[in-house]
T-cell receptor, first 115, second 116 residues
C-alpha cells in the first residue's frame, strides 16, 4: 500500500515549456486534489476531482489543466510554464468515515522550478 | 469564503515544555472540520489531529490535543512535553462540508523550533 505517489520529485522547466505532473493513489479514494505551496505560505487548492470523470476549479486554477484518468490517477498539466508557477505541488486524496470524519492523505510533493 | 489565521510566524520553545499553536477560523457554514498538519524540513505533510464542528469533546491524539472553542472560532493545537523532533512547520486547515469548492483551506503556518 503506497498511499499517494507523485512523479517527478523534482523538475526544472524553461518559460513556455509544458509538462504533466502525475499523481496516483491506491486507497480507493473517490476525491483527489492538487495544491501548490509557495515559500512562507500554506497550501492553496488548484483543482480537485470529487469522483472519476469530474473536475472543478479551486482557489488558483489559472495556468493549469487537470485530468482524472481513472479512479486512481489525477494529473496536473502546465501548458506554458511561467516563473510564477515555481512552487512545490502536492497531490492529495481523501478518506471519509461515517459521521463526516475525513483525512486528506498527501503525496510527497513535486518541487518545480521555472526559469 | 473560508479563512484560517495563524498569528505566530515562529516560536521557540524549550524541550519538554508544552506548546500552544494558535489558529482562528472564519466560516458561515455550520458544518466544518478542522485539521492540523506537521511539515518537517523534509517537506511531507503529516496529519496530526482532526476536530469536527459538531464534536462534543476536544480531540486528542497522543501528545497532541486540540483546544476547540467554537464561540471564539479558535482551534489551537497543544503539544505536551515537546521533543526536538517536533521542530517543524505546523499548519491549521479547514474543510467545509456541503456545496461549493471542496478541499482544505490552509493558514500560513507556524514555524516551531524546539531548543534543547
Amino acid at each position: 500500500n503506497a498511499g499517494v505517489t507523485q512523479t517527478p520529485k523534482f523538475q526544472v522547466l524553461k518559460t513556455g515549456q509544458s509538462m504533466t505532473l502525475q499523481c496516483a493513489q491506491d486507497m480507493n479514494h473517490n476525491s483527489m486534489y492538487w495544491y501548490r505551496q509557495d515559500p512562507g505560505m500554506g497550501l492553496r487548492l488548484i483543482y480537485y476531482s470529487a469522483s472519476e470523470g469530474t473536475t472543478d476549479k479551486g482557489e488558483v486554477p489559472n495556468g493549469y489543466n487537470v485530468s482524472r484518468l481513472n479512479k486512481r490517477e489525477f494529473s496536473l498539466r502546465l501548458e506554458s510554464a511561467a516563473p510564477s508557477q515555481t512552487s512545490v505541488y502536492f497531490c492529495a486524496s481523501i478518506f471519509r468515515l461515517a459521521g463526516g470524519y475525513n483525512e486528506q492523505f498527501f503525496g510527497p510533493g513535486t518541487r518545480l522550478t521555472v526559469l | 469564503a473560508q479563512k484560517i489565521t495563524q498569528t505566530q510566524p515562529g516560536m521557540f520553545v524549550q524541550e519538554k515544555e508544552a506548546v500552544t499553536l494558535d489558529c482562528t477560523y472564519d466560516t458561515s457554514d455550520p458544518s466544518y472540520g478542522l485539521f492540523w498538519y506537521k511539515q518537517p524540513s523534509s517537506g511531507e505533510m503529516i496529519f496530526l489531529i482532526y476536530q469536527g464542528s459538531y464534536d462534543q469533546q476536544n480531540a486528542t491524539e497522543g501528545r497532541y490535543s486540540l483546544n476547540f472553542q467554537k464561540a471564539r472560532k479558535s482551534a489551537n493545537l497543544v503539544i505536551s512535553a515537546s521533543q526536538l523532533g517536533d521542530s517543524a512547520m505546523y499548519f491549521c486547515a479547514m474543510r467545509v462540508s456541503g456545496g461549493g469548492a471542496d478541499g482544505l483551506t490552509f493558514g500560513k503556518g507556524t514555524h516551531l523550533i524546539i531548543q534543547p
